[in-house]
């Protein structure tokens, strides 16, 4: 796919995913909320019949698996995600200090948002071909943040949670490399790099 079709494809995408992004933050918060520490399944563990989220014109039987963490000796919390495509499985790891739960849940719910979004749109990516999921992965922190999928699904995460927050979008991603160094582990200069890419990605589209 050539870079005006990306380009008109993920503005399409940013409306269509909107509700698919909200929905399964939404049943993940209520597990937060209401159950805690524990392995879940979405949509079955918040009361749906079906084993997967359906939704319309997402080619995907979604399955989200959620494990939840409560550590007193936590200062804050830490979340992160992966994809699994061929199993159309989105698994999720949150960690948290429970004693803190109720002050940290905006800023839980606001990279919720984001990294949802982030993951929904690397399954966006590899059912329409938009880019070459048959290379390995890039292990080297530069190269993997600046590969044009990676740039890609964080300007589509970053732009949920700019306006979730409605904070400028350059704001909120400067914010995350800022909290999130044991994640990337790249240096000052690295990371204005990598920013810098993604905002010019974002200014192109």
Request: glycine content about 4%; cysteine-free.
């Amino acid at each position: 796919m050539n870079q005006i079709l990306i380009k008109k494809s993920i503005l399409l995408e940013d409306n269509r995913r909107r509700e698919i992004v909200r929905t399964i933050v939404r049943d993940i918060v209520s597990l937060i909320k209401n159950d805690g520490d524990g392995e879940y399944y979405l949509p079955m563990d918040v009361g749906s019949e079906n084993d997967h989220y359906e939704f319309k014109n997402f080619p995907h039987n979604l399955v989200v698996e959620l494990i939840i963490t409560e550590d007193d000796e936590m200062n804050g919390y830490s979340l992160n995600a992966e994809m699994f495509r061929e199993d159309d499985l989105m698994s999720i790891t949150l960690n948290y200090n429970p004693n803190k739960k109720e002050r940290l849940l905006y800023q839980i719910i606001g990279e919720l948002n984001e990294t949802v979004a982030h993951e929904i749109r690397h399954f966006d990516q590899y059912s329409k071909k938009m880019f070459d999921f048959d290379t390995e992965e890039e292990e080297e922190p530069v190269k993997y943040y600046t590969d044009p999928k990676e740039l890609d699904a964080q300007v589509f995460g970053f732009k949920r949670l700019s306006k979730l927050t409605r904070k400028p979008f350059e704001e909120v991603v400067r914010n995350w490399f800022d909290t999130h160094e044991e994640f990337h582990q790249m240096n000052d200069k690295e990371v204005e790099f990598v920013v810098g890419k993604i905002l010019d990605y974002k200014s192109n589209l």
